[in-house]
């Protein structure tokens, strides 16, 4: 069965700490990994993954694929109030040549406090 | 605010009822999707639609039914609901079914009495 596991569940940190969240996954026909930010509504696109070590940032976040190992990180420098939420991490596939499906992780629950 | 338009944003209905839910984007994407959220929980996909054709139902109950009536539009038609189908329903577009990311929308929050 295709599973997409993220850890840690839950996370408390300081402002100014660095953090660093965890997605692997074992999804058959694999063609990207992407990373949300989910505050009281909408998941908010992070970023998208599809070639293994390349790393993608913006601002004071930055995310990295190994395909090879199957996992992904998200790194957050200088955390921030505003940078509390859920993250989700969900992988794209075609399950048997059809439209892609996105199979989200249970989300880390990150909690920034002053 | 997000480019996916969804209304209501809150509903409370009962067993018997028949309400909608609806969702719009002018992003111009020919993909759009119907996610439910339980609390604390992630996204489950229920539906995908690719050019206005239902290409992905994931065994999702016959008292949700989606509908498609343009490239822009998405509703999901609910009726005889159950308490354990209150939840939050998001809805989501992308380019085409094969492109990503999805961009989602805030989502309905529904109740059920």
Same mark, same amino acid.
């Given at each position: 069965?295709?599973?997409?596991?993220?850890?840690?569940?839950?996370?408390?940190?300081?402002?100014?700490?660095?953090?660093?969240?965890?997605?692997?996954?074992?999804? @058959?026909?694999?063609?990207? !990994?992407?990373?949300?930010?989910? /505050? %009281? *509504?909408?998941? @908010?696109?992070?970023?998208? !993954?599809?070639?293994?070590?390349? /790393? %993608? *940032?913006?601002?004071?976040?930055?995310?990295? !694929?190994?395909?090879?190992?199957?996992?992904?990180?998200?790194?957050?420098?200088?955390?921030?109030?505003?940078?509390?939420?859920?993250?989700?991490?969900?992988?794209?596939?075609?399950?048997?040549?059809?439209?892609?499906?996105?199979?989200?992780?249970?989300?880390?629950?990150?909690?920034?406090?002053? | 605010?997000?480019?996916?338009?969804?209304?209501?944003?809150?509903?409370?209905?009962?067993?018997?009822?028949?309400?909608?839910?609806?969702?719009?984007?002018?992003?111009?994407?020919?993909?759009?999707?119907?996610?439910?959220?339980?609390?604390?929980?992630?996204?489950?996909?229920?539906?995908?639609?690719?050019?206005?054709?239902?290409?992905?139902?994931?065994?999702?109950?016959?008292?949700?039914?989606?509908?498609?009536?343009?490239?822009?539009?998405?509703?999901?038609?609910?009726?005889?609901?159950?308490?354990?189908?209150?939840?939050?329903?998001?809805?989501?577009?992308?380019?085409?079914?094969?492109?990503?990311?999805?961009?989602?929308?805030?989502?309905?929050?529904?109740?059920?009495?």
């Amino acid at each position: 069965e295709d599973k997409v596991v993220q850890s840690p569940l839950s996370l408390v940190v300081h402002e100014g700490d660095t953090v660093t969240l965890n997605c692997s996954y074992e999804v @058959t026909n694999f063609r990207s !990994l992407l990373w949300y930010k989910q /505050e %009281k *509504k909408a998941p @908010t696109f992070l970023f998208m !993954l599809t070639s293994s070590g390349i /790393e %993608k *940032k913006s601002g004071r976040l930055s995310s990295i !694929l190994d395909k090879k190992e199957l996992f992904s990180i998200l790194n957050i420098t200088a955390t921030q109030t505003g940078d509390s939420a859920v993250y989700l991490c969900a992988v794209g596939y075609p399950p048997q040549g059809g439209s892609e499906k996105l199979v989200f992780g249970k989300g880390t629950k990150l909690t920034v406090n002053p | 605010d997000t480019e996916v338009t969804q209304t209501p944003k809150h509903l409370v209905m009962g067993m018997t009822n028949k309400k909608s839910l609806k969702c719009e984007q002018h992003m111009g994407h020919r993909a759009m999707y119907w996610y439910k959220q339980k609390a604390k929980k992630p996204p489950e996909l229920m539906f995908v639609y690719s050019y206005e054709k239902l290409s992905i139902n994931e065994s999702v109950p016959s008292r949700f039914s989606p509908e498609c009536p343009n490239s822009s539009l998405l509703n999901l038609h609910l009726h005889a609901l159950q308490p354990e189908d209150s939840a939050l329903y998001l809805c989501a577009s992308s380019q085409d079914d094969r492109g990503l990311p999805q961009h989602f929308g805030d989502g309905t929050r529904l109740s059920i009495l």
